[in-house]
């Protein structure tokens, strides 16, 4: 399959063929004289443009388009094989035709609607300053023994993505994959996040096929600047590329992005040896238990947050390319999606390097003390006592406890999925992904978190509370001096 085209769901070859198929099966109501030609063009463009998408891929999307024209094919070239035999041409009544013709045409149509509701994701361009480079790293701390293995000789392992500054290259460089290093990669994680949602895989098929803004181990941008640190860690199951088009745009902005894979809790990990590690987290029913479950997954990856920034540290310390020397380790934050940002709360909590949190719409399990030091900015969905009667209670909490000024930013229209790449590639459903449309989520997103950081971590002027709600609905919780 060729790259789709900006603002369109499909393929030019893919939209050929969808021509192709119903010119095909419009041909009976051209005049007599010209039937034979629109027939033969007609055929001859969707054959020509459906040999190499079986080649380079078959959309599942495409085939009620095929299904409609093979129906309507015996219909439309039967005549043209009587007329060249010289026997007389036979043509349905149409008042049997014209059903038959809505129906194929109705079949063939339902493969752009399914195209627009699952397309290929098209990454919007970043807005800052900077070209965006990626890298992927995979790090062992051999301090930790791999808790969800009973070899006592397992370290746990992280896989880790970073977005940067880069320098700009030429116009046709190509753009990373997303969700993988390779489209193997990319598929075997498509894949497992589809069984996750308890989805068939084929229906997000083209995911895998969809490249980024970001040009893999592009070289820094030059000059001698430190750039502010952002780690990120996925919601549950989630994945190190679930907020791709977030990280992008901060890292246009002059942050260098690092987003975490938990191997064993999120859906898939393709360690640098091959192997697949999938996840093993699962729910027991009972919320007592599950709740002590998930405190403990999320103590997990805020150790992995931890290690992380040792090792960014080191990085830099030792120079190595092509971010050594350009890490601003004294200016990190610490983010995360659902219950990758109940990690980000406990890391700052265990964690003093970390100087900023931002929560994405995440729940947070775990111990509610020490008391958050850190500026923190939580944007969330529009919860109420009905839909969850435990979350804005413990999420106040843990924000009004804290040593200093935080942020609730509700988000008009949002749902949990807005707050990832989701909106991109999944149906426009607004319980699904909220009714922000497919990029409004990340505008809001990445616009409260640019200003949220750019205020704590660069010291940039301008009153948050002033600014902040232009995303949404604010809430500041200033901390109480009387203690």
């Not at 194929?104 to 965006?132: D, E, K, N, Q, R």
């Not at 746990?156 to 116009?171: I, S």
């Not at 960014?312 to 020397?325: F, H, T, V």
Request: net charge neutral.
């Amino acid at each position: 399959m060729t790259d789709t085209i900006p603002g369109l769901p499909m393929s030019p070859l893919e939209i050929l063929a969808l021509l192709g198929a119903v010119a095909l099966v419009t041909a009976r109501w051209t005049p007599p004289a010209a039937r034979p030609r629109v027939t033969i063009a007609a055929g001859a463009v969707l054959v020509l443009s459906v040999v190499p998408l079986a080649v380079t891929g078959l959309r599942w999307q495409l085939l009620p388009v095929l299904a409609g024209a093979a129906l309507a094919s015996p219909f439309t070239v039967a005549p043209l094989l009587r007329r060249r035999t010289g026997r007389p041409a036979w043509r349905a009544r149409w008042w049997l035709a014209l059903p038959a013709t809505v129906a194929c045409v109705g079949l063939i149509a339902t493969g752009p609607v399914a195209a627009w509701a699952l397309p290929v994701p098209v990454f919007p361009a970043p807005s800052g300053g900077f070209a965006v480079g990626t890298r992927v790293e995979q790090w062992t701390d051999p301090a930790r023994p791999e808790t969800f293995t009973t070899d006592p000789d397992d370290r746990r392992t992280v896989v880790v993505q970073l977005w940067y500054p880069a320098r700009p290259g030429p116009g046709h460089v190509r753009r990373a994959r997303y969700l993988g290093r390779t489209e193997q990669e990319a598929r075997t994680v498509s894949d497992a996040l589809a069984r996750s949602a308890g989805l068939p895989g084929f229906l997000v098929d083209g995911v895998p096929l969809a490249r980024t803004r970001a040009v893999v181990d592009a070289p820094v941008q030059p000059g001698g600047e430190r750039f502010p640190v952002v780690l990120f860690s996925p919601g549950s199951g989630g994945v190190r590329t679930q907020n791709t088009a977030w990280a992008e745009e901060l890292a246009s902005h002059g942050y260098v992005v690092a987003a975490l894979d938990h191997p064993y809790d999120s859906a898939a990990v393709v360690l640098a040896d091959g192997r697949t590690v999938t996840t093993r987290l699962a729910s027991t029913g009972d919320p007592a238990r599950d709740d002590e479950l998930a405190a403990g997954w999320t103590a997990i990856r805020a150790a992995d947050l931890s290690f992380v920034l040792t090792r960014l540290d080191g990085l830099d310390r030792e120079g190595s390319a092509p971010l050594g020397g350009r890490l601003d380790i004294g200016r990190v934050a610490v983010t995360g999606h659902s219950m990758g940002g109940a990690a980000a709360l406990q890391a700052a909590r265990q964690d003093r390097r970390f100087d900023a949190v931002v929560d994405l719409d995440g729940y947070p399990h775990g111990p509610a003390s020490p008391a958050l030091d850190q500026p923190t900015l939580a944007l969330t969905q529009a919860v109420t006592a009905d839909t969850d009667p435990r979350y804005l209670p413990r999420l106040a909490e843990a924000l009004r406890s804290g040593t200093a000024t935080s942020y609730r930013l509700t988000v008009p229209g949002a749902a949990h999925l807005t707050f990832m790449d989701g909106p991109l590639y999944l149906p426009p459903v607004p319980s699904i992904v909220g009714s922000l449309g497919r990029t409004g989520g990340l505008r809001v997103t990445a616009g409260a978190t640019l200003a949220f950081l750019d205020s704590v971590l660069r010291d940039r002027p301008g009153d948050l509370s002033g600014v902040l709600p232009a995303y949404g609905d604010l809430t500041v919780y200033r901390p109480d001096t009387s203690r």
